[in-house]
């Protein structure tokens, strides 16, 4: 892709090929950093910062929790002679933020450390901040740019800006599905839910399930494989359980409403009281919008949202066109018959082999 470097301008002054690929180098630097916060920065966007003086690392961090520390307060601590800080470059992948929250303004300790200028990755969506971090800096006489490995920085909080700009949660559809196209045999003789994908695609889905604010299933599903929909092969939190059950179908014996993760059931039934982690959130009798169920989810402030199940939920979601990702586990083996898996015609962004199962990866050209 040839670059239009017109774009990384200040007011006299713009970057150099020579220029920007050093930038470049430092910004990915931040994006690693940043990747580190994946599943515990929530609902704050991942953020990493480097701080260079004569070009040399003098210190670098990343958000690592939601109510700590951001990454230009990590970056900073890091620094061991804070003399060096006076005129340095600070790269950060997002705009540093101007307001005060769980934690003081990153642009105000920049402006007092007299930093020389700052480059960033894009600007922040979140209207607290959208711009008036950059404002402060330029204001304080500090050089700003903007828009190094843009692509790659509002990529990494896809979450973030799809929450803030579309007013609803990041949408990763999931399924597996056997070779000939079935996502559960006619019968369930042995166990429930009959296993297609192996081990450690099984894992896999526990490490999105940790990256993740909630996930969501159907009723039928609910009933049929009495999933816990937690996190128990891969370390981090389990994620907010939603299940759709608009006729007050689900057993109080269900593994969803015991209580070990906050759920959130969306019913038409009378009983719309909240206890034992179990919001019950009263909808009209008949068919749930996608896009007013998506909307429900965001004024609770859910960022992003796995559905796994069942096909005919999957398939809703698919044909709303209300989804972004959808991440499909192939197994090798044929059931010959049973339930058809959703279907999803578009070509796969990216293919990968977990031992026998193969992992295809969908983006949805329509959200892009």
Not at 49 to 55: A, E, F, G, S
Not at 102 to 115: F, G, H, M, S, Y
Not at 280 to 304: C, F, H, M, T, W
Request: with cysteine.
């Amino acid at each position: 892709m040839k670059l239009n470097y017109a774009f990384f301008v200040s007011p006299t002054t713009a970057f150099s090929p020579t220029e920007y690929n050093t930038h470049q180098a430092y910004m990915k630097r931040c994006l690693s950093l940043a990747a580190l916060g994946l599943g515990t920065t929530g609902p704050n966007p991942m953020v990493g910062c480097v701080i260079v003086q004569d070009k040399t690392i003098i210190g670098e961090g990343w958000h690592q929790k939601a109510g700590e520390a951001h990454a230009e307060v990590q970056a900073v601590n890091s620094v061991k002679d804070k003399a060096l800080l006076k005129g340095a470059t600070v790269y950060v992948s997002l705009e540093p933020c101007s307001h005060f929250g769980k934690t003081p303004p990153c642009a105000d300790l920049l402006i007092r450390e007299q930093v020389g200028r700052v480059i960033i990755g894009c600007t922040d969506p979140n209207p607290a901040v959208a711009g008036t971090g950059i404002k402060k800096l330029e204001a304080a006489g500090i050089e700003v740019f903007r828009g190094v490995c843009e692509l790659e920085a509002r990529a990494l909080n896809k979450r973030f800006f799809t929450f803030h700009n579309k007013r609803r949660p990041f949408v990763i559809l999931k399924w597996a599905e056997s070779h000939d196209g079935y996502i559960a045999p006619a019968q369930k003789t042995q166990q429930a839910p009959v296993w297609i994908s192996n081990a450690l695609s099984r894992q896999r889905t526990h490490k999105w399930r940790a990256e993740e604010s909630a996930i969501l299933i159907g009723v039928e599903t609910a009933l049929s494989d009495d999933p816990s929909l937690t996190t128990r092969d891969w370390p981090g939190k389990s994620p907010v359980r939603v299940v759709i059950d608009i006729n007050g179908r689900l057993d109080e014996k269900l593994k969803v409403l015991d209580g070990s993760a906050p759920t959130i059931v969306f019913t038409a039934a009378e009983k719309t009281t909240t206890a034992n982690h179990i919001d019950y959130i009263k909808v009209a009798a008949g068919e749930l919008p996608i896009n007013d169920l998506l909307r429900d989810l965001y004024d609770k402030g859910v960022q992003s949202l796995i559905v796994e199940g069942g096909a005919s939920t999957l398939q809703r979601f698919i044909d709303s066109g209300l989804w972004d990702e959808a991440r499909t586990f192939i197994g090798p083996t044929d059931l010959k018959s049973g339930l058809k898996a959703p279907v999803l015609d578009l070509e796969p962004s990216s293919a990968e082999s977990l031992h026998h199962d193969r992992l295809l990866t969908y983006l949805n050209p329509q959200q892009l």
